[in-house]
């Protein structure tokens, strides 16, 4: 199966696609992330990840409320480009010895991932004001503002913390 299936004709048929995409996306970081706070050695990344874990949690709740507004059952649909992006990261790690350098892989590919997901709430808020949605629009602003306060959080890490820093010297 291509990107997009034969059954999407309409712009309501493309924004439950899209929701069915990050749902499956935010089911397939919950996985990806205890390893990477396994890897992790610098304590604020650790706990950084840990915390966007439980948030990434909360999320799946709210698009599983999203999809009953929308008279939906929550599903998802394969997301290639997220299950890119983290085999990417796993990938980078693996070939990672120095611990310090390993954080910084984690920060970056972390963002990476940040950076999908708040592309992709973007869109789906956009659409769902112009499909008349908004009992929805509420739930997907709170996991957009959700991401973008963990890339900001990754950006401290990797700046004010020294993850980069540490990673050069």
Known sequence: MGLFSKDI?????????????IYYAEHQITKALPQMIEQATNRDLAAGLRAHLDETEKQIGRLEQVFKKLGKEPSATDCPAIDGIIKEAKETASEIDDKAVLDAAIVANSQAVEHYEIARYGTLIAWAEELGHEDVVRLLTTNLNEEKAANTKL??????KGVNKKAVA
């Open 9 to 21: 004709k309409t712009m309501e048929d493309m924004f439950v696609h899209g929701l069915q995409d």
């Open 155 to 160: 950006n401290t890490i990797a700046l004010r």
